[in-house]
Nanobody, 118 residues
Framework: QVQPVESGGGLVQAGGSLRLSCVVS????????MGWFRQAPGKQRELVAT???????NYADSVKGRFTISRDNAKNTVYLQMNSLKPEDTAVYYC????????????WGQGTQVTVSS
């Protein structure tokens, strides 16, 4: 099965930075949109940022100016640089990838925890 795998979460103080990575490996034909979503305890999963294969980006209003999404198509990897973190950014962050493959595909990663202390 082809599936995104996240890394880079952790505990950081408010105002700090973290960089999340998500790599898709396996027998991939192509990857269209990729993105990051997050889910805080007791809340629904919400969009953080997305990026097309051509590099067009979209951000949630709550993270504009603080987070930057980028991707390396040669490495099938998407990144999320998070600066000026706030306690309300605390959540499990999930990578999403629209994967085209002959193999079975799961579009969502397992998630990585980001905790911002005040």
């Amino acid at each position: 099965q082809v599936q995104p795998v996240e890394s880079g979460g952790g505990l950081v103080q408010a105002g700090g930075s973290l960089r999340l990575s998500c790599v898709v490996s396996g027998r991939i034909l192509s990857i269209d949109d990729m993105g990051w979503f997050r889910q805080a305890p007791g809340k629904q999963r919400e969009l953080v940022a997305t990026i097309t294969s051509g590099g067009s980006t979209n951000y949630a209003d709550s993270v504009k100016g603080r987070f930057t999404i980028s991707r390396d198509n040669a490495k099938n990897t998407v990144y999320l640089q998070m600066n000026s973190l706030k306690p309300e950014d605390t959540a499990v962050y999930y990578c999403y990838a629209n994967i085209i493959s002959w193999s079975p595909v799961h579009s969502w990663g397992q998630g990585t925890q980001v905790t911002v202390s005040s």
